[in-house]
């Protein structure tokens, strides 16, 4: 059993889950699941079946109220599920990148009991063929400038979604370049903190987007993805960086121009 999730790597804070990541020699059924949340007086208990997608089958329940108590969720595994989602990840020709959280729960959890050596292993270093997928997945970064559209239109709360899909990729970009599993966009400050091969000062530069105007913050964010590229270039030359230069720069211009008369 691993403890993951923010507790795990010791991020936790008052609204924190607890998340456990349990490994079993054959699958549990729920006679043997549900006996654990009754042991420990749980309320709202939910027993969630095997998907296939997931390599797993998952419970939650609350210590206390619902709401108001600590929420546990816990995911359940065979050693087979474990093997076959990290093979998924590290080995296949096109990984499933979403399976990231899981490869960085086995690297960065807390062990409670028994011996995962066996995934935890597999984990030690970051696949470069997989930080290549990574970055090509994220690194595509489409229509940046719809951001004027949302400014002329009035739409702050589509600006904030367009600039934080860009803050998110740079940080995707940022973690598979420093060969950091993605934990999962709860804590980027965080998750940017220490990272070896990234945008300087990236944490703090984008923090400070979300304090500045429209055209200001759309620079600073430009020259973000940028430097990004950059690092790239030198890292994973593999990966087309000019056309992912080539998208993220297209430019459209309103039609028809300010100085035409209609």
């Known amino acids: 059993m691993l403890c993951a999730g923010s507790t795990g790597r010791?991020?936790?804070?008052?609204?924190?889950?607890?998340?456990?990541?349990?490994?079993w020699s054959t699958s549990p059924d729920?006679?043997?699941?549900?006996?654990?949340?009754?042991?420990v007086g749980a309320s709202a208990v939910?027993?969630?079946?095997?998907?296939?997608?997931?390599f797993g089958s998952a419970d939650d329940f609350w210590l206390g109220e619902p709401g108001r108590g600590l929420l546990v969720e816990v995911g359940h595994a065979t050693a087979a599920d474990a093997t076959a989602a990290l093979d998924r990840l590290l080995v296949d020709a096109e990984p499933d990148i979403s399976l990231l959280t899981v490869a960085?729960?086995?690297?960065?959890?807390?062990?409670?009991?028994?011996?995962?050596?066996?995934?935890?292993?597999?984990?030690?270093?970051?696949?470069?063929?997989?930080?290549?997928?990574?970055?090509?997945r994220h690194g595509q970064i489409d229509n940046f400038w719809r951001w004027q559209i949302f400014v002329e239109r009035r739409d702050p709360y589509g600006l904030r979604t367009h600039f934080a899909r860009v803050a998110r990729a740079v940080s995707h970009i940022?973690?598979?370049?420093?060969?950091?599993?993605w934990p999962g966009g709860k804590w980027p400050t965080?998750?940017?903190?220490?990272?070896?091969?990234?945008?300087?000062?990236?944490?703090?530069?984008?923090?400070?987007?979300?304090?500045?105007?429209?055209?200001?913050?759309?620079?600073?964010?430009?020259?973000?993805?940028?430097?990004?590229y950059d690092l790239v270039e030198l890292r994973h030359p593999a990966v087309d960086v000019d056309r992912?230069?080539?998208?993220?720069?297209?430019?459209?211009?309103?039609?028809?121009?300010?100085?035409?008369i209609t």
Do not use: H, K
Request: hydrophobic content about 45%; charged content about 25%; overall charge negative.
């Open 10 to 23: 010791g991020d936790a804070d008052r609204w924190s889950d607890l998340e456990l990541l349990t490994v």
């Open 30 to 39: 729920d006679g043997q699941r549900r006996p654990v949340a009754d042991a």
């Open 46 to 54: 939910r027993l969630f079946a095997y998907d296939p997608a997931e």
């Open 104 to 136: 960085s729960a086995y690297a960065s959890g807390q062990l409670m009991c028994g011996d995962l050596s066996t995934w935890r292993d597999r984990v030690r270093s970051y696949p470069p063929d997989l930080a290549a997928a990574v970055i090509r």
């Open 174 to 181: 940022s973690c598979a370049l420093s060969g950091r599993f």
């Open 190 to 228: 965080r998750t940017l903190d220490g990272l070896p091969v990234a945008p300087v000062d990236l944490a703090e530069r984008l923090a400070a987007v979300d304090t500045m105007r429209p055209a200001a913050a759309a620079n600073a964010l430009a020259d973000l993805v940028d430097e990004a």
């Open 244 to 260: 992912l230069r080539e998208i993220f720069q297209f430019g459209r211009s309103p039609w028809p121009p300010a100085n035409v």
